[in-house]
């Protein structure tokens, strides 16, 4: 590995516990294969989105080109553009140890021990088990503008209305029971949110971003907790931090309900 990837991959990974693993593992990685280069962009506006001139980005511009876009507060993106019209953003943290990805052409490729992922966010190839956060994206060929939906929601979850997501008993009746979960990402808010149905009976909602390196946890039935998939970070069902290298609670959100339903304030 050249001087200047492994310059670039420090710059990446930034310092901490990610570098360290990165580091650890920079030996086995493909030879052919760089993070996507980084583009700062602005934070996004109140309805959610990024738009980017594409020929303004020779790394985006060609076939199977790809930049990772840094965005204030929230995970890097992979920006990939395998042909043509067509373009895909995903997270840019590989779910494995956290290395940052690069793009092959047709698939998101991880440096350090080769995972795969689809533009679907599919694990293709492992060790990766589980897949990659996606986001639409839309390309304009007469303005030749790609926009990048970052608070898009997952279909068939409640949408935010008013600063609130309802979830009704009829829809998720596995809130009704001590032990259940709800897990979606609600149109307007743009991250996952979890809500359990706690053994007191009682409600309490999360936000499932790590406050480590904003990875998306997933509820681990077994163990009980919020598992992150980046560096085994958990966390309770009401967010408290119960191995690190997270040191930060979730964001934890106000829960009430009646007997229709559970409404999660999210604004
Ligand atoms: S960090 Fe191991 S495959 Fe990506
Ligand atoms: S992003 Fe590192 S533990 Fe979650």
Known sequence: MSTSRRGFLKGVLGTGAVAGAAAAALPGCAPDIDPAPVLDVPAPGDDGKVSLVVPRYPDLSRDGGAVTLRIPGMENLLLVHPGGETFAVMSATCTHVGCPLGFNGQEAVCPCHLSRFGTDGRVTHPPAKVGLKTFPAQYNAATQVVTIDLKAGDVGFPSVVNGKVALTFAQFPQLQTSG????????????????????DGSFSAVDGMCTHQGCTVTFDSGANDLLCPCHSSTFTKEGAVTQGPATVPLKKFTVTSDASGVTVTVA
Request: glycine letters at 20%; a positive charge.
């Open 180 to 199: 259940g979960v709800a897990q979606g990402k609600p149109q307007g808010y743009g991250n996952t949110l979890f809500v359990f149905r706690l053994d």
